[in-house]
């Protein structure tokens, strides 16, 4: 939980918006890199989805 509200903090700290979340580079796989898809879920930038299924 540490790594999650350290990330979070440090966004709020900076002003980071969307965005900003989105195109900061993370590790991967880490729980900090939760936030960085959901701010790109939220900008429709999102890369590491695979596309909703056609009926």
């Known amino acids: 939980a540490g790594e999650l ?3 979070a ?3 709020l700290e900076m002003g980071a918006d969307m965005e900003d979340l989105g ?3 993370h590790p991967h796989p880490t729980l900090s890199e939760t936030l960085c ?3 790109e ?5 999102i ?3 695979l596309p909703p299924r056609k009926k």
């Open 41 to 45: 879920m939220a900008e429709g930038t």
């Open 37 to 39: 898809f959901a701010a």
């Open 47 to 49: 890369t590491d989805l």
């Open 5 to 7: 509200i350290a990330e």
């Open 9 to 11: 903090v440090l966004a």
């Open 23 to 25: 195109l900061t580079i």
